[in-house]
T-cell receptor, first 112, second 110 residues
Framework: EAQVTQNPRYLITVTGKKLTVTCSQNMNHEYMSWYRQDPGLGLRQIYY???????DKGDVPEGYKVSRKEKRNFPLILESPSPNQTSLYFC???????????FGPGTRLTVT | GEDVEQSLFLSVREGDSSVINCTYT??????LYWYKQEPGAGLQLLTYIFSNMDMKQDQRLTVLLNKKDKHLSLRIADTQTGDSAIYFCAEIKAGYALNFGKGTSLLVTP
């Protein structure tokens, strides 16, 4: 089944404790991205990757890192999480023709 | 950046048609999308339309595009309680990111 998976689905952590949210897709898509969803603000792009070893900032990259060492994986790294990074995070991958983006199930992160 | 605008709420009776409207920002957007988000779930791609089309029909869904006014609409025929969700329209930006509206909460009442 074609899908985007994320882990963990839920995470509660404390300020400053490094964490990684994994994302994997099995559709051989070159383009992947991370979004965060916040009430009243909608979805905003954090980082994206056009291909292996090619990443770039989205609209809200501060406090986040990403890496793209393999085509299927695109982890999101929070080196020193802060409470304002409490949010619902979505990973997505995209077709190369019609640019349809397919989203993972989301990771709900709470930073206390 | 500029905002994609959607009304926040829509309530319809089961069996009626729902029309969700959206005003997007970039007249050069090549693709426009509709996503559905059910409570606690991710975003499900419902349909999309290419900018050289005026209309696209997909079963109960009809998308209308007015490029001159940068207006996009999603019509759901014979709306069911299972259609209750948040619906997002999105335009594609330069760099291929999606610029989302804030979503329209659709409530379908029996």
């Amino acid at each position: 089944e074609a899908q985007v998976t994320q882990n963990p689905r839920y995470l509660i952590t404390v300020t400053g404790k490094k964490l990684t949210v994994t994302c994997s897709q099995n559709m051989n898509h070159e383009y992947m991205s991370w979004y965060r969803q916040d009430p009243g603000l909608g979805l905003r792009q954090i980082y994206y990757s056009m291909n292996v070893e090619v990443t770039d900032k989205g609209d809200v990259p501060e406090g986040y890192k990403v890496s793209r060492k393999e085509k299927r994986n695109f982890p999101l790294i929070l080196e020193s999480p802060s409470p304002n990074q409490t949010s619902l995070y979505f990973c997505a991958s995209r077709t190369d023709s019609t640019y349809e983006q397919y989203f993972g199930p989301g990771t709900r992160l709470t930073v206390t | 950046g500029e905002d994609v605008e959607q009304s926040l709420f829509l309530s319809v009776r089961e069996g009626d048609s729902s029309v969700i409207n959206c005003t997007y920002t970039d007249s050069s957007s090549t693709y426009l999308y509709w996503y559905k988000q059910e409570p606690g779930a991710g975003l499900q791609l419902l349909t999309y339309i290419f900018s050289n089309m005026d209309m696209k029909q997909d079963q109960r869904l009809t998308v209308l595009l007015n490029k001159k006014d940068k207006h996009l609409s999603l019509r759901i025929a014979d709306t069911q309680t299972g259609d209750s969700a948040i619906y997002f329209c999105a335009e594609i930006k330069a760099g291929y990111a999606l610029n989302f509206g804030k979503g329209t909460s659709l409530l379908v009442t029996p």
